[in-house]
């Protein structure tokens, strides 16, 4: 069948649709995985060499590492991690970051879908009032957060980050969910 017919509504079988979908958009995909795995080699070559040894990295390829006898070893990561402290920064990463991201999901799809399903007095100016909170710079915010933790004895404690984690990440949140769940 030619792309006349197909034009004019008539319906090919699927075995021909298909294999006409493939001569059509083939090269193109075909295309599209080699400008992606070009675009992915550099990082590639990154993760191989952060398993090589330091003189290996320095006097061949990365290419080269998957020569007989592999040579891998994790001492790269072990030195960077124990080097000034990493560790414990990262360690304070994750006891800060995942009990914000939950806090600020958890309290932003009770409001946005609040916004998208229910009824209530000034549901729109409050949401536009949530939403306009997004263009308030986080560096003008920092300081009077501080003085306002310092005031009511919140600082150094991991929660109270969480707090300011959650309150800062909650607009986008709610308009993102909101929408989500009005669609």
């Not at 090269?27 to 003189?55: A, E, K, M, N, Y």
């Not at 806090?103 to 729109?124: C, E, G, I, N, Q």
């Not at 308030?136 to 009511?152: C, G, H």
């Amino acid at each position: 069948m030619s792309t006349l017919a197909i034009s004019r509504g008539v319906q090919l079988p699927a075995p021909e649709r298909v294999a006409q979908w493939v001569v059509r958009r083939g090269p193109l995909h075909i295309v599209l995985l080699g400008i992606g795995f070009i675009w992915l080699l550099p990082t590639l070559g990154l993760l191989v060499s952060s398993f090589r040894d330091q003189s290996a990295v320095n006097f061949s390829g990365w290419w080269t590492a998957f020569d007989t006898p592999l040579d891998f070893t994790i001492q790269n990561y072990q030195d960077v991690i124990g080097a000034q402290g990493m560790g414990q920064g990262f360690r304070n990463s994750l006891y800060i970051t995942v009990p914000a991201t939950f806090l600020t999901v958890a309290v932003a799809s009770f409001a946005a879908y609040a916004f998208a399903w229910m009824k209530f007095p000034f549901r729109d100016t409050i949401f536009l009032i949530i939403v306009a909170l997004m263009v308030v710079p986080i560096q003008m915010t920092l300081i009077p957060v501080l003085k306002f933790f310092s005031l009511i004895n919140f600082t150094g404690e991991y929660w109270a980050m969480w707090l300011a984690h959650a309150a800062y990440g909650l607009p986008f949140a709610v308009f993102l969910l909101r929408n989500f769940f009005a669609a």
